[in-house]
């Protein structure tokens, strides 16, 4: 139609897309999936980290990692904000994600099983997050860009905190240096995995990439977070857990390993080591917040009709 | 000198475990502005709690770190009341303890913000401006819990009940506390009753709550001697540091 | 040598842990006969932990003793399957996991009546008697709470839904598990599975209970890699042994 | 009434009174009280020491605390059937211990806080509980007499156990005597209460001695508490915390400082530290179990039901 070749010529000449303006279905709907499962991503992501704040080691990193949970949640809160612009409720949302039928990234249904967790998931974690979001930053739909933006300014940060862990752990002790390594080999190929599946199997992306929702392929990210990675690993005294990498010269790249696919689409499909506690934490406290949030609204309406009495006298 | 170490432990270790306490609420919050505020509110009182105890180890001047005597001490060396060492129970009774102690907390900084300690008075100033913060917003969630619908009203009701002999040992004086009172370095914590009693009955006659008519208050815990649920709280808190002592993170 | 202190750890971690978990109840059952029971099989399982990690320590050869290896060592060092470090959920959970194990660990221990090794069948021979009696009490059990009443069928169905994937994890035999069966002093797991089924199906068709139709096998903790709960298990059983390092009790 | 003179004729001259047998009716209620108070204390006292199962220092210890434990339920167990015979059922005696109608013993709202109050619980508190049971094997009432006979031979083990856990911390660390001579402090005076009130202020006790119920004053037993545990203070080189204890050359025991009745009162009025997590405690186990218990009786019918079913065929 008319009205789509002159919305597509907009976001070719990077025009950004600005909420009360018209845009195709199937963009709205893309990009609410997407910002949404980005922000399920972020409030379930408080979880694994969350997991380890009443046993921080010291007063200091307990600080650092509240804070960066929290950041967490308020990552979520702008993200829930840039969906609603599209027309779709927070509640709305947080109810398709208790049902199954919206997703957030699989690499939170992982455990942390030790202090070093915190490290690698921040360096790990964090850093794939910034590569997926960094280009993200340029994406066409006007409150999304604005919000990478913010947030992408946090991950750095929180990214520098995690690789700050791993320094003080692979420079530790002997069983500090084993706990690092050992989160590295965990949490490696779950990273890896979180630029989703190989260019070849993934599917809307080539739509996606026209409209500028997203803007580098799965496969290029994943490259990119690879030959970034490995001298920081190597920096550390770490061993990256794949016997197969080695420096590619022609490509100017390493070869890596490809993640177990075989288990990427075992986690999605719910059989994760935690999908189960993850979900089930969220949908708890949601439940068991519900008389708080009912009890909060009773008292706004409760407020607002004796300010209309009083002015009414 | 031991009545001032034994006083700042009692500041360091009311922050220290009641932020702890906060902090087990971050990414189970009954909505994400209230993840967020909790967390906040238990950064806040962690990053006191730093401050309070690193004095206290100066003070002691026995070469301990605010975290060794966060990480290194067992229950009976710990030095905050009862109160802020119970478990949470649901957000609402959260809420509440936080408003009965910040309540306290906030007359009895703007009373240690006068200390004749300078050290004190300044860390005092730091954390009043959160304290102000955190009265004015906890005050709020009580007057709107207490007057939202008839189950948070019978919730809230239940938790101030539950939590009022509790609160009260905040104003038990003992002698470290007259020590330190006679020296001007801290309000007696008895004569913040009177101040406590006009907060606390104001935000409760607006949040239609009735406050107990009892004068019980549990006590023992400023001098050592705590409930059978600190010990779980030190276990979690201190595991990495007893696991791998002399290790740095 | 190191394989075989590697399948004495998963023999003595599985017990451990497990007993803790059963542990945990004492006091809080549903009515006392109860009590005792799940508390006698709490002190059966720590029994039969202790004389496995004892000889785990002594074929390992550094000296370690079984209390050294219940309470020095961390989550990774662990060897206990995921299911028995899950919490107890309400007490038709804890024995619809008790069932699941107990049918595993009766034709697991009669295998090891039969080991090559004169000390694992020994021990064997000792912890099979108490587990016979533990198996035919947790079957009695959920026959009787899935042929019971609508509500108890329905959390017993939601039970054994909930723990079959982990249960399955007693049957993913490693390279260790096959070192052990060619030198005959443990059976493979996964060749019990038939027996497992077998004893499993029958109890489910009496409790009129549904076997989830799914092959997914939860690992790793075999292996140390285990759930976030273990963690948490360690802190405070550990606690006095780490805060006190060297002290006889 | 000639009953009635007949009744304690019997009971001067140490028979036994069985359950079909005539009794007084307050005879009957005292018992009913007494015992029923008594098997409340036994799975109320299950609580404090079960604090430290999942934190006891070794395996050996964990093993014995939890068998300990555990005989405590048994005891419960012992007598709510030995009220049973007096004709009040289980449900009966635990609806009125969860509605506050009836007591248990006060030292149970006292906290247990760390690993030396395992020994000290087991060496006072047990050796206070055996002081008093001990002539109750005496009683006349049979099924109570049975009973106490079982326990008292228990209890002394347990004891024994306690007192051995002492040993150690008292011959251990600084911190393990440190730890000993604190739970000697804090469990002293609530011990003595265990005896109750002062001879002057016991009610029902002239009663309750004629009917051999009672077997001994509160103060004798006090007093011979005191003189049985201050020696064993003594030799584990610890401090009774009592300025004014000294030995009494002319009574032939201590003098001692009465607890404060003030605070048992207030504990008995449900003032103490952990009257509430105690009582809470139990109502709960009740409550979470009431789906499980009502399910065990379901299966029982059914069952009854197909036997009665293929036996008429």
């Known amino acids: ?313 | 000198q031991d009545a001032l170490v034994e006083f700042l432990l009692r500041m360091g270790d009311n922050a220290l475990i009641l932020g702890h306490r906060n902090s087990e609420w971050c990414g189970h919050g009954p909505q994400l502005e209230e993840d967020i505020a909790v967390s906040n509110i238990a950064l806040d009182l962690i990053g006191q709690a730093a401050m309070w105890l690193e004095l206290a180890g100066a003070v002691e001047g026995q070469g301990r770190s605010a975290d060794d005597l966060a990480y290194l001490r067992d229950v009976w060396d710990f030095r905050n009341v009862k109160l802020v060492e119970r478990p949470n129970g649901d957000f609402g009774a959260t809420l509440m303890r936080q408003f009965l102690f910040d309540a306290f907390h906030f007359h009895q900084l703007r009373g240690l913000v006068a200390s004749s300690d300078a050290r004190v008075s300044e860390i005092a100033a730091k954390a009043l401006k959160e304290v102000s913060y955190h009265l004015e917003r906890s005050a709020g969630q009580v007057i709107a819990l207490g007057d939202g619908t008839g189950e948070s009203r019978g919730r809230m009701q239940a938790a101030l009940e539950d939590q009022w002999s509790y609160a009260l040992e905040l104003f038990a004086s003992d002698g470290t506390d007259r020590n330190m009172a006679e020296a001007g370095i801290a309000p007696d914590p008895a004569e913040l009753r009177g101040l406590w009693d006009e907060t606390v009955g104001a935000v409760m006659a607006e949040a239609t709550l009735e406050i107990p008519d009892s004068d019980f208050a549990h006590q023992g815990g400023k001098q050592g001697t705590h409930t059978e649920h600190l010990g779980y709280i030190l276990a979690e808190m201190q595991f990495l540091q007893r696991a791998y002592p002399g290790a740095e993170w």
Chains 1, 4 share one sequence.
């Not at chain 1, 200091?60 to 509240?66: A, G, H, S, T």
């Not at chain 1, 070093?116 to 930053?137: E, K, R, Y």
């Not at chain 1, 530790?172 to 240096?177: D, R, V, Y």
Request: glycine share 8%; charged share 25%.
């Open chain 1, 1 to 313: 139609s008319p009205e789509e070749i002159a919305f597509q010529e907009r976001i070719d000449r990077n025009e950004k897309i600005e909420p009360k303006e018209w845009m195709p279905e199937g963009y709205r709907k893309t990009l609410i999936r997407q910002i949404g499962q980005h922000a399920h991503s972020e409030i379930v992501g408080q979880l694994p980290e969350g997991n380890w704040i009443t046993r921080a080691p010291t007063l200091e990193r307990k600080q650092i990692l509240l804070a960066k949970v929290q950041d967490e949640a308020g990552h979520g809160l702008y993200l829930y904000c840039a969906a609603e612009t599209l027309g779709v409720s927070r509640d709305e949302l947080l109810e398709r994600l208790h049902s199954g039928d919206m997703k957030y990234s699989s690499i939170f249904n992982y455990p942390t099983l030790t202090w070093a967790d915190m490290g690698a998931v921040g360096w790990l974690v964090d850093g794939a997050a910034i590569m997926n979001q960094v280009p993200l930053q340029r994406t066409s739909y006007g409150p999304y860009s604005r919000a990478m933006i913010r947030i992408c300014k946090e991950e750095s940060f929180h990214q520098r905190q995690g690789y700050a862990i791993m320094m003080k752990m692979a420079n530790g002790t002997p069983a500090q240096k084993k706990m690092a390594q050992d989160a590295l080999n965990r949490l490696w190929y779950p990273s890896l995995m979180m630029f989703g599946p190989s260019d070849k199997d993934s599917v809307h992306s080539a739509q996606s990439m026209a409209w500028k929702i997203k803007m580098n392929t799965n496969d290029e990210l994943r490259q990119k977070f690879v030959d970034q990675t490995v001298p920081q690993a190597e920096y550390l005294g770490l061993t990256v857990p794949d016997p197969d990498l080695k420096w590619n010269e022609e490509k100017g790249g390493y070869d890596f390993t490809e993640p177990d696919w075989d288990e990427f689409y075992q986690v999605l499909k719910g059989n994760g080591p935690c999908n189960k506690e993850r979900l089930g934490a969220r949908v708890k406290a949601w439940e068991d917040g519900a008389w708080y949030r009912e009890a909060m609204t009773a008292h706004a309406k409760k407020k607002a009709a004796r300010r209309s009495a009083v002015a009414a006298e």
